[in-house]
């Protein structure tokens, strides 16, 4: 074949590989002109709008500038949600604000629309979503899709009634709070505009609600606005009666992220246009924009329901007192027991105490004690350290039952949720993934906790025996043996989703889990708080102080001990937490903690960070960090898995703990972010980050 012949013969063969790259070409043209931005006219004014976009990458976790159209000028401002092009895709945004010019040489691309003229992200909203994602290592966009409810547009075109008009008594508030040392003060400042910040140590009994409502009254009368948060729906629902017995009703607002996407929209709205500046809520409330907010309240700081389960992992208390701290308020953080945290505050005097003054307390508090804790006691019953349920706690809920409605809190949920061998103790365990075995009723065979497959024909591996014993007993079963023992007393249970609210008030028993035990009426005669063992065995950071705020909240619904109201701890009686509860003392307990943590060089003496994911992952960003002075790198180890492995090919997960003096916290969150905007750009795997978590186990 000639030269000229193999030429011809070797273009022909390219011509299908051409003409495929001639389409592509023209295919990519045709793209950039469909999504370049056509001349458009820009708005008479301020034609430039700055907008976060909805895009949860860490290099791109920052306002982008787009020209504004003029035919959406009267619909685009700060606070409003907008469509804009996005790499190549319409994607949500706020606009943050609308500036005169932009630092881009080049054309902006125009917005593709507003979705709403109603200003929803307020600056001082929008100003904490940047602290809160800077303090958590994570983004704005993650932060305000906590912040900002999804838009109903039904909804949004209802106008929001304006509160009636109300004049607080003031004198009532002050009167409501003069049974704490400075309680009555605390009132007056918040009448009189300024923002006190305290911690408080509430006494026993029901009042609590009251006083909150009285201290937001307060405020309210100075012109100003209260959020207030509570860790549950029992607790909103206690909260919205007093404010309304207090101030009336339409002064407030319920804001919870169960009520429906209607229903809390509306209240959202109302507290947004100003119409309403009181509002009660569950974490889902913290980010709430209330006009002129004068006091941030919170009760119980220490339960886990604070601790946002999504990214960047927030905690409602740091979220409302940074508010309190940008925006000049009032705080009050309450509760029966005292965090580690608060009595931090305390201790830099960031904040006051309020204390019952010891007279209020003798008169609120129950009796309590201890069962085995006197000679004379284990003389009488010497399994009375050893036995479920004692014979002294036996004596005091038959006793209690001639009086009223007894409570017994026992940890765990469910009938029997583990089981063991009945001869040699060894753990039960599944046949088909070797999980550990429950029972879920009487009636029921054993089943796995993990497969959820029944074994009949169960035995033991280690010595062929086939009895089962369950050392660890829940809710239904503890109700189904005190009722053998009480056979004409009405048995309740409270726990998961069967959570009572409240209980009458006459003879009845009331099995309950921590955190659903219902409010009696006039208070329990008895209560009894059982396993205590069992909440002292978890291996966490904070697994005395969660045990003795857990039974400080069930303590505090027993009556006065003048009206016989009595407590029955079942455990060990040197235990310190428990100690703390025959003194009904948290202040001091909270400060011996907080000792121990300084010592420990442990939060809040200190900050943490975890790196959670794979080796491999895990090395490479912890290799990137630029670690502040004086920071420790603490493993890397193994992650606890709790379940079945899902993905048996999936990689081991492995956690790394960094720890910086608390100082140097606001250096780690930076570098944090850097860490995770570099792996963003270069689209390599997350890693979990969590800054300061609850929990450490």
Not at 170 to 184: I, L, M, N, P, V
Not at 238 to 254: F, M, S
Not at 336 to 343: G, K, L, P, S
């Amino acid at each position: 074949m000639s030269d000229e012949e193999q030429e011809e013969s070797g273009q022909l063969a390219l011509m299908p590989e051409l003409a495929r790259a001639r389409a592509r070409a023209a295919k990519q043209q045709a793209a950039r002109k469909a999504t370049a931005p056509l001349p458009v006219d820009p708005a008479p004014e301020l034609p430039v709008a700055r907008v976060l976009v909805d895009v949860p990458l860490a290099h791109l976790d920052r306002p982008f500038d787009y020209l504004v159209p003029a035919k959406l000028h009267a619909s685009v401002a700060a606070g409003t949600r907008v469509k804009v092009r996005f790499a190549g895709q319409d994607v949500d945004g706020f606009v943050v604000e609308r500036v005169a010019s932009s630092a881009h040489e080049g054309r902006l691309m125009p917005l593709r629309r507003a979705v709403s003229a109603e200003p929803v992200l307020s600056p001082a909203v929008a100003r904490l979503s940047e602290l809160v994602a800077a303090r958590y290592a994570g983004t704005r966009s993650d932060v305000l899709r906590l912040a900002v409810p999804s838009r109903h547009a039904t909804t949004e075109k209802q106008a929001s009634v304006p509160a009636p008009a109300a004049d607080p008594d003031t004198g009532a508030a002050e009167a409501a709070w003069s049974g704490y040392d400075g309680g009555a003060a605390f009132a007056r400042r918040l009448a009189d505009g300024g923002s006190p910040r305290a911690v408080w140590s509430a006494t026993p009994g029901h009042s609590w609600p009251a006083l909150i409502a009285h201290a937001a009254a307060a405020t309210y009368a100075s012109g100003r606005g209260s959020l207030i948060c509570v860790p549950d729906h029992k607790d909103v629902a206690r909260l919205d009666a007093a404010l309304t017995e207090v101030l009336g009703a339409g002064r407030h607002v319920v804001l919870t992220a169960d009520s429906g996407p209607a229903q809390r929209y509306r209240s959202f709205l109302a507290v947004s246009r100003g119409a309403v500046r009181i509002v009660v809520g569950t974490r889902a409330a913290a980010f709430a924009p209330v006009h002129d907010l004068g006091l941030v309240a919170l009760w119980d700081d220490g339960d886990d329901l604070y601790a946002e389960p999504r990214a960047p992992y927030p905690h409602t208390r740091e979220v409302l007192l940074t508010r309190a701290h940008e925006e000049s308020t009032g705080v009050l953080l309450g509760g029966f027991a005292r965090t580690v945290e608060a009595e931090y505050l305390v201790r830099t005097g960031w904040a006051e105490t309020l204390q019952p003054e010891r007279s209020a307390l003798r008169a609120a508090a129950p009796q309590v004690s201890i069962t085995g804790a006197t000679d004379k006691e284990l003389e009488r019953d010497p399994h009375a350290r050893t036995a479920r349920l004692p014979r002294t706690a036996y004596d005091a809920i038959r006793d209690g039952l001639t009086r009223g409605p007894v409570l017994l809190q026992t940890p765990r949920q469910g009938y029997a949720t583990s089981l063991a061998c009945d001869t040699c103790r060894t753990p039960a365990r599944c046949a088909v993934c070797t999980g550990p075995l429950r029972q879920t009723a009487a009636h029921q065979p054993p089943s796995c906790r993990w497969c959820g497959a029944e074994d009949h024909a169960w035995a033991c591996a280690v010595c062929g025996g086939r009895g089962l014993r369950a050392p660890v007993l829940g809710d239904q079963r503890t109700a189904e043996e005190i009722g053998r023992a009480f056979p004409s007393v009405p048995v309740r249970t409270s726990a998961g989703d069967r959570v009572l609210a409240t209980v009458e008030d006459r003879p009845s028993l009331v099995v309950a889990t921590p955190g659903a035990e219902p409010v009696a009426e006039a208070g329990y005669a008895c209560v009894v708080l059982l396993d205590t063992w069992l909440m002292l065995g978890r291996t966490d950071l904070r697994t005395v102080e969660e045990a003795l705020r857990r039974w400080f909240a069930a303590a505090a619904l027993a009556r006065p001990a003048g009206e016989g109201g009595r407590v029955v701890a079942v455990g060990e009686p040197s235990e310190p937490g428990l100690q703390a509860l025959v003194r009904w003392d948290p202040t001091g307990f909270a400060g011996r903690e907080l000792e121990d943590r300084q010592s420990a060089h442990l939060p809040p003496a200190s900050r943490l960070a975890t790196l959670t994911g794979p080796e491999a992952d895990l090395a490479s960003a912890v290799e990137v960090l630029a670690l502040p002075p004086g920071a420790e790198v603490l493993g890397p180890v193994p992650v606890v898995v709790t379940g079945p492995v899902a993905d048996a090919e999936a990689p081991a997960q492995l956690r790394v703990v960094i720890r910086v003096p608390r100082a140097a916290g606001a250096a780690l969150s930076r570098t944090l972010v850097e860490m995770q905007g570099v792996r963003s750009a270069r689209k390599l795997p997350p890693v979990r980050v969590q800054v300061d978590p609850v929990g450490l186990e």
